[in-house]
Nanobody
Framework: QVQLVESGGDLVQAGGSLRLSCGAS????????MGWFRQAPGKEREFVAV????????RYADSVKGRFTISRDTAKNTVYLQMNSLKPEDTAVYYC????????????????WGQGTQVTVSS
């Protein structure tokens, strides 16, 4: 059974940094891309970032480009989201997700999801 477990969410002041982690288990994740999504209260879930299996291809939402960095450690089956220069509008529950094939920004195409970790940015 595939499990994704996020960690690292916290309360931080605007301008601060956090690093989220997502550990994956339950299968071999060769050829699986890993993505981060977020959902703020009263809003729809939105794409944040995605990384290919090799780590050689990444893509970001315009709202986080230049501030967030996605990376992965394939040996540990772990993906990270380094978040710098955080803003109050980054407040949300952050979810990691995984799928086979090519990186996409559409959440519905992802097969497995974690339970989420709360990030709160105070002004």
């Amino acid at each position: 059974q595939v499990q994704l477990v996020e960690s690292g969410g916290d309360l931080v002041q605007a301008g601060g940094s956090l690093r989220l982690s997502c550990g994956a288990s339950g299968r071999t994740f060769s050829n699986y891309v890993m993505g981060w999504f977020r959902q703020a209260p009263g809003k729809e879930r939105e794409f944040v970032a995605v990384i290919s299996w090799s780590g050689g291809s990444t893509r970001y939402a315009d709202s986080v480009k230049g501030r967030f960095t996605i990376s992965r450690d394939t040996a540990k089956n772990t993906v990270y989201l380094q978040m710098n220069s955080l803003k109050p509008e980054d407040t949300a529950v952050y979810y990691c997700a995984t799928k086979r094939g090519l990186p996409t920004v559409t959440g519905i195409s992802y097969e497995y999801w974690g339970q989420g970790t709360q990030v709160t940015v105070s002004s």
